[in-house]
Nanobody, 116 residues
Framework: QLQASGGGLVQAGGSLRLSCAASGSIFSISTMGWYRQAPGKQRELVARITSGGSTNYADSVKGRFAISRDNAKNTGYLQMNSLKPEDTALYYC????????????WGQGTLVTVSS
């Protein structure tokens, strides 16, 4: 089970930090990622980090967002700086989890609203 948190309302130029914690009997977590879906648009990849720490970002957030992970806590983070109104969306975390029941898991989504 994934629990995402940290969303909220922020003014343009502000910052937020999203967290996503995995719970249960987990052996390891492979890739962690953050996706977002704005009203009327398809879900898109925002950032992803592998178990080895390699990252990739959507062009629209490069230089502003940073993804990280704490393997000891089975938690992923998304630091979002210099937020823009176009970053407004429901943000979902995703993890590929190796466990008794391995699979691709999604969090419930956390809403980020950036006002101009």
């Amino acid at each position: 089970q994934l629990q995402a948190s940290g969303g909220g309302l922020v003014q343009a130029g502000g910052s937020l930090r999203l967290s996503c914690a995995a719970s249960g009997s987990i052996f390891s977590i492979s890739t962690m990622g953050w996706y977002r879906q704005a009203p009327g648009k398809q879900r898109e990849l925002v950032a992803r980090i592998t178990s080895g720490g390699s990252t990739n970002y959507a062009d629209s957030v490069k230089g502003r967002f940073a993804i990280s992970r704490d393997n000891a806590k089975n938690t992923g983070y998304l630091q979002m700086n210099s937020l823009k109104p176009e970053d407004t969306a429901l943000y979902y975390c995703n993890m590929v989890i190796i466990a008794a029941v391995s699979g691709n898991y999604w969090g419930q989504g956390t809403l980020v609203t950036v006002s101009s």
